[in-house]
């Protein structure tokens, strides 16, 4: 693991594990993961945002790239130890957490048990890179993994879901036994805020990516605009995820 994050678990127990046992933990289940923008220097105040919800899990993701945003190198780019101690996070991980202990047969593997403590996966930022990666299929990274393994029949991850309308959690008891065929599928929703300058945000290979994700993705969402560095200005002044959600910019 690099010198400054902390650790995704002080426990004994591996962080597949440890993770595993807060599936039902009756709360929101929010993973939300930053690649290699500068717009990364937002996840404090995202994070900050959300910090009264009462009933909220957020466990983070950052790319290789996106932890070098932070490493305390300013008040606003607070470390990735300083991250992991605000509210409501329970978790920050990196890389090197999916390779920290030796996997054996049976073994728990992180970007999966990941997907399935997840509720919905917001990738704010989403740089230029990992945009072409997700929309390629590559999995060279826990995050890509985790978007790579995402369960888009919305079948497999249905014990733990947790439905926002009832505030209700299934249990799984009432699925035991029954076929992928029986039950009615939920698929949970990536959200994803590209984050680029405006050469790459111009270039004709981002409008084809894009509109693979908005067309052929039966479970991502696009969120543009004020994230981009275009108007990077208007978007540091309004750091408030819902904000983005309801003011996007068209890609074209
Ligand atoms: C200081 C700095 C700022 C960057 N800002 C951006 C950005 O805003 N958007 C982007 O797509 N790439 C940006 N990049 C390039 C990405 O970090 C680079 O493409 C990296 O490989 C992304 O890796 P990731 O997608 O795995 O996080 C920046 C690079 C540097 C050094």
Known sequence: MASNPPPSTTSSESAPLLLSHSHNDKKHHLLLSASGSVATIKLPSII????????????LILTPSASHFLRGQSAEQPCLTSLARLPNVDGVYLDEDEWAEPWVRGGKILHIELRRWAHLLVVAPLSANSLAKVVGGFADGLLLSVIRAWDASGVLD???????????EEDGKDLVGKGADEVTPRVKRILVAPSMNTAMWKHPVTKKQIAVLEGEWGVAEVYIGYIILM???????RTDMV???HHPISPS
């Open 48 to 59: 900050s945002a959300l910090s009264l919800h009462p009933a909220l899990s957020i466990r």
């Open 158 to 168: 249905l014990p733990y879901y947790f439905d926002p309308n009832t505030s209700e």
């Open 231 to 237: 108007v990077f200005e208007d978007y540091l002044r």
């Open 243 to 245: 904000y983005l959600i």
